[in-house]
Structure formats: structure tokens, C-alpha cells
């Protein structure tokens, strides 16, 4: 059975960081394309951030490149998304998702499995 749990969400000032992770159980982690989505109250879900299945490729929404970080650790199964610098703009519900092979995909329908995700809130 496949499950990804995200955690680490939570309250932040304005400027601050948050480092999320999802742990990932009941595939082989090494074949998948991971990645990140958020959706804000009211919003569409968007595109974060993606990581190919080596890591040494990633790819960043423009709203957050220079910010965010995705970074994998395939021995844990786990994928961590660094965020600093953080903006109110940014609350959300953090999902991550994961999409078996390589590339870059941006629409959350080319995903196959989700996270139930993890709230960020950023006072101003």
C-alpha cells in the first residue's frame, strides 16, 4: 500500500523558515519523480518544486525558485522542501506527490500518488 506522509508544516513569522518532509512507504522511492504542490483557501492547487528520482535534477515554480529548496534522501525514502524567506502569500496545504520515471511535471493530473499534506500558515 503506497503512503506519503508530509509533516513539518506549522506557524511562522513573515521571513521565516520551515522545513517539510514526506516519508514514503510501499513503492520503490529510487523510480519516482517527487514533488511538491500547495493550495491556498479558495486557490487551485499549484506546482512548488519537483526532484528527479537521483535528485541531481530539480525544478521550481517561479514564485518560490531562490527561496525553496527540494532535496531527497533515497536511503529514507523521504523527500524534505526547505523553505525560507517565507512570505503570508505563501499559506497553503503542502502535498507532496510522487509520478513513476523522470522529467518535469508541473500539473498535478501527471502525478499518480499524493500526500494528505501539511498546513503552513505565514503571519505577516
Known amino acids: 500500500q503506497v503512503q506519503l506522509v508530509e509533516s513539518g508544516g506549522g506557524l511562522v513569522q513573515a521571513g521565516g523558515s520551515l522545513r517539510l518532509s514526506c516519508a514514503a512507504s510501499?513503492?520503490?522511492?529510487?523510480?519516482?519523480?517527487m514533488g511538491w504542490f500547495r493550495q491556498a483557501p479558495g486557490k487551485e492547487r499549484e506546482f512548488v518544486a519537483s526532484i528527479s528520482w537521483s535528485g541531481d535534477s530539480t525544478y521550481y515554480a517561479a514564485s518560490v525558485k531562490g527561496r525553496f529548496t527540494i532535496s531527497r534522501d533515497n536511503a529514507k525514502n523521504t523527500v524534505y522542501l526547505q523553505m525560507n524567506s517565507l512570505k503570508p502569500e505563501d499559506t497553503a496545504v503542502y502535498s507532496c506527490?510522487?509520478?513513476?520515471?523522470?522529467?518535469?511535471?508541473?500539473?498535478?493530473?501527471?502525478?499518480?500518488?499524493w500526500g494528505k499534506g501539511t498546513q503552513v500558515t505565514v503571519s505577516a
Open positions: 506527490a510522487a509520478r513513476r520515471g523522470g522529467g518535469y511535471y508541473v500539473r498535478e493530473v501527471s502525478y499518480e500518488y
Open positions: 510501499g513503492y520503490t522511492f529510487t523510480s519516482y519523480l
